[in-house]
């Protein structure tokens, strides 16, 4: 059983930074598909990184690209979000994901084929 814990979320101003944590304990030595989603208030739940750990390009959504990346530390057990050059529009509370994978081209699959989920960590960017 895979348990997810998210950290590192806050209150920032447009074009500041943030690097969310997201630490996985019971990980196992099989690949994963990895994630972090976002929903804003009256919004739907938004996809906005994935990757695999056995390697490959990571997925970004448009909005993101160029401005967030998704590190992942193997040793640490732990994948980062590195937030840059954050928009108000950034502003959400930010879940990671993760489910057993092993076709790293469908990784990510649509978010309710994820099977553990963190609690979540509030970002904030004000204008």
């Known amino acids: 059983q895979l348990q997810l814990v998210e950290s590192g979320g806050g209150s920032v101003r447009a074009g500041g930074s943030l690097r969310l944590s997201c630490k996985a304990y019971g990980y196992t030595y099989s690949p994963y598909c990895m994630g972090w989603f976002r929903q804003a208030p009256g919004k739907e739940r938004e996809g906005v990184a994935a990757?695999?750990?056995?390697?490959?390009?990571?997925y970004y959504v448009d909005s993101v690209k160029g401005r967030f990346t998704i590190p992942l530390n193997n040793a640490k057990n732990t994948l980062y979000l590195q937030m840059n050059s954050l928009k108000p529009e950034d502003t959400a509370m930010y879940y990671c994901?993760?489910?057993?994978?092993?076709?790293?081209?469908?990784?990510?699959?649509?978010?309710?084929?994820?099977?553990?989920w963190g609690q979540g960590t509030q970002v904030t960017v004000s204008s």
């Open positions: 990757m695999y750990t056995g390697g490959g390009t990571a």
């Open positions: 994901a993760a489910v057993r994978w092993a076709n790293y081209r469908a990784c990510p699959p649509p978010p309710e084929t994820y099977s553990y």
